[in-house]
Each structure stands twice: as structure tokens, then as C-alpha cells.
């Protein structure tokens, strides 16, 4: 059933085991000689207001073009409390691992987290992991939780106005094409990157913006999702630019064969941004050429609407039932 | 495949049906009107120095007597903040569930979630649902991550010294006696019930103790995990005396029946703590009958050593391998 190099129930039940798989792989992972396990909790030290994010993780397949679930677990968290103004200070770390899924690739994974959270000097302070009796689970699911201190209170949806400007980070779907790539289904195959990361880097740049007023990772949902959680909350209209939209040409090529839109898909390492109307677009290109202004927002429409690069318009639907590709 | 009685996959998919479960079943499970789904991340008030925990839960069975995972996966991550001196203020939820699984069940597991936050003055202030196609998940698995604020910095392990008093605050083994029976496995049956509950009322009392030196909850590994922990951390010894440590009788029986060591068994509503020797007795009795002082610090034995009720002793042998039964 067992052998040395698989999870084992008894990897999860507190003993020796689970000493083992604390100091072997997690200590090494997250960049720590040891990690101290007699403390039922830990003390943070937090300057400023904090906030908090959690989220679960689950992709299929857990390694993918780009990333890993660790990875995609590390940055969800980081980067939600990011994109509400806040700079990450501290995570907390739950694993649920199936018997039998192999230590080498809950290493990696270890390792990935690790990475990313000393990458953007984010401190993994606490975690716990359960093992499952084979088959009462998939290899392995994530939960994170993050703490932050606030820099920017005054983001929010209430604060955008007709006239304000749409902005998105980067290409459009990548995640959720790479994914789809990593699976082989439908005969499909390809080389494209997750763009799976923390937006850190990116977002401390755009919180000197004065006139940023939201900003949001485009993740489940995709473009699409974000632009009428806007025009839910708001009221207003977002009227989107074919031309100005980054898209590669292999999300293009994909979901024009599997007619999927691009902006549903999910991207990992993107923000949409909504700033003022006097918004100094040279400083925007000056913190990242891959900035593109992709719309404005429109007076009371309601809608999500596309002027298309052929000239007519059309209006783009919120994603409706599973996102395909599944990637969550 | 699903109807409208059960979890589907777009219940996770931050579509329409997400919508519903966190407005119809969570908003009134966890005792609030409707549930700002429009947040990544959320501000919190603390007073104080932060301190966090996190853990995963699963159970099997999923309802026990005296509690269910909801409770436990609430209870769990309070009691942890509360013996390391901190008082709880929030918590975030994550649920991976089944597709499949009964919505009136995951509304029972929410409520008792709710009602047990609430019981305790704690906000459930983040969640996030992941569903997990059929067969990839044994109905429901909970990680939970609590925020508290430190009233006692001073409690640790490294204050223990000869001499001081042992003290448990009810009779152990009662969790792991009623999820064993719950199972109904060996033909055994029984009405005992779990000890799931939140210690916030009686470790509010114990921070008023100035003589309090150290406090733990006794969960995987039960009495015996705790000594261990204080011998393994101190070089000391515990001697615990049979006559003075509560069992009840059911767990008693069960133990002798099947050869368990009740001292191992789970316990998930009971405080272990360690008082000085000047410590006034009768003042712990007013703060709650149940607390009974079952053992004394030695010198350095690196032992725990029990005075068995006919007069000889025994050595109290550490959890090996899986706990018996498994119920974590």
C-alpha cells in the first residue's frame, strides 16, 4: 500500500512521520532550517490596518505549462489582497493529500510555494496538512489564507465614473488555454505558459497612480467576468476595444476552433485596473509596456459591449454554468 | 447527474449557482443578511498583536454525537488560538465538497459553523467553496484559519519547572470514543458524546491565573501527546496518578474492550494546563468544577509515568503510528 517515497495516512496523524515531512520537505520548501512545531499559533507583527484573503485550490493537471497548484495556490491568495491595496506580509498553508501521491511531487509543490512566497517576501507562518485514504481524493487540494496591510483603502467599484479607462496588465487567457494545452484533450497540443504569477511587482507601481480606482485579478470568469461584476455594482457600461484586447495568437487560435471566448478564460497573472479620465498614460507605459488601454466606462448602459475590429459591436455575455475549460 | 437538492460543479464555478449557496445557505447559516461576495479581501479591526492558526478538518462519520465537522473545523482553530493566550476575533472558511453531496447537509455543517462563531464572538469574515467532481472527495473536507489577539504572551512550554501541578478540565477521551461509536464498527454501540466545543468560556477564567504557565488542548495523540510534548521540550518528567484522571465509564469499557489506551485518545473540548505549586486550588475549582489536578512535574525523568490505582506504576507510551481510531 505504502512505501517510502508515497504519502502515507500516517503522514498526516501528528507522529513521527509527519515530523519527517514537516522538517524534510516542508522546512527546506519554504526556505527555513526548521519550522517550529510545539506552537498552536503563531504571533504576527503587522504595521498598518490588515486584511484578509483566503482561497481553495484545485487544477487539473497539478503541474501545467507555467506553474503548479503550489504556485497558483501562492499567488491567488497574494494577489487578491494585492488588487484590493493591500501588500502581502504573511500566508497560512493547508494541504489535503491523498494516500499514496508521491513525495517528490508534493516536493516540487513545496518548493514552488516556497519560492514564490521569498520572491515576494511573504512569510508562510503556519500550515497543517491531512492525508485522505486513497481514493477520497484527486492527489492533492490547497488552501490559503493571507494577511495584509492595507496601502490603498479608497480602491473600490463605487469609485468608477463614466468616462474613467479600462486597463489590462497583459495577454488575455493564457491560463486557461495552458491548462486546457496541458490536458491533451481534443487532439490539442501547444507550448504556451500559464501566466501564473504574483502581481506584486506590477502593483506596487500602480498604487503611486492617483488615479487608480480598482483594480482586479481577472481569474474564474475571466475579462468578461470582471467587466460586468463593474457594470453589476455600478450600473454603468463598459465598452471594450477588439483591436486594443492582448490576446496570443494560440488563445486566439484555440478558441476559434473550440469556440470558446478569450475573455472568459481565466488569467492567473493579470490585473484589469480602472483609472480617471486625466490618467497620464506615459506613466502607465513607463511602469509596464505591456499595459494596454482596452475600454472606457459608458454612461447607464448596463452592458458589456465589444466594438469589434471589424467596426460593428457586440455585446459580451458573462460566462454562464462551468468554465471551459474547468480549471478550478 | 444533479439536481437541485445536491452540490454540482458550477456550485463552484463564481457563476449564478455560487451565488445562491453563498446568499441562501451561508449568509443565514453564518447569522448575516447577505454576504459581500464583491471583495477579494476584507479590512479587519485588531487591537492588539495579531496572532494566527490554521488547520484541515475531515471526519468520518461527518455528524457524530455532540458535533459535527462544521463544529469541529470552528472549534478546532479557537481552541488553538485560546490556549497559546490569544482571544479569538476572526476566521476564515474553506470547504472542498463532493458534487453530489446533500445541500441540507452542508446547511447543518454552515449553521453549526455560524452558531458556534457566533457563541464565541468571532466573525467568519472570508470563505471560499471549491467542488470536486464525484469520486475526487469524500463529501466534504473544511480548513479553517482564526485571527486572534494576544492577552497572555507569556505561557510557554520553556516556563515549565519541577514541581509544578498538572491539570486537565474534563474527562478525556470522549471525541474519539463517540466518532469510534458513531461508526457503529465492531458491533459496538453507545450514547456518549462527543466533547466538541469551543474552551473561550473557561480559558477567559484561566488567563486570570497568575501562577498559569502553559495551556494545550489535548486533540490527535490525546493526554499522553501533551505530556510527551512537555517531557520532549523540558528534559523533565510528568507523573500522572490513574486515580485522578476523569474517564468516563464508556470510554472506560470501550478502551478495555479493544485494548486502547484511553490517555491516547482524542479529546476536542478539554484543556491541559500547568500551574505553578503556589497555585490556590480552591480558586480553579470556582472557575469549574470538571478541572482536576491529575500530576506533578518531576525532575528530570524524561518520562510520563503514571501511579496506577492499585499502588504500582507504568510508563504512559507515546502515540505510535495511526491513532486508534483514526479520526482525523
Known sequence: MTNNNTISLAHGNGGRLMQELIQNVFAPAFGVKTLDTTKDAVALDLRGHAVISTDGFTVDPIFFPGGDI???????????????????????????????????????????????????????????TKVLPRGNAAGIYIATTGIGVMQRADLSLQRIRTGDSVFISGTVGDHGTAVMLARQEFGLHGDLESDCSCVKPLVEKLLSIETLKFMRDPTRGGLAGVCHEIVNSTGLGVRLKENAIPVQDQVRTMCE?????????????????????????????????DICEIGVIEDRSSQVLLETSLGGQRIVPELEGEPLPRIC
Do not use: H, W
Open 70 to 128: 503550489g504556485k497558483l495556490a501562492v499567488c491567488g491568495t497574494l494577489n487578491d489582497l494585492l488588487v484590493s491595496g493591500a501588500i502581502p506580509a504573511y500566508l497560512t498553508v493547508n494541504f489535503f493529500i491523498e494516500e499514496g501521491y508521491p513525495i517528490s511531487s508534493l516536493t516540487s509543490i513545496a518548493t514552488s510555494m516556497g519560492q514564490t512566497a521569498r520572491d515576494n517576501q511573504v512569510r508562510i507562518v503556519a500550515g497543517d
Open 257 to 289: 476552433i473550440l469556440g470558446y471566448d478569450p475573455y472568459q478564460l481565466a488569467c492567473e497573472g493579470r490585473v484589469l485596473f480602472v483609472c480617471g479620465p486625466e490618467t497620464d498614460l506615459a506613466q502607465l507605459k513607463q511602469i509596464s509596456e
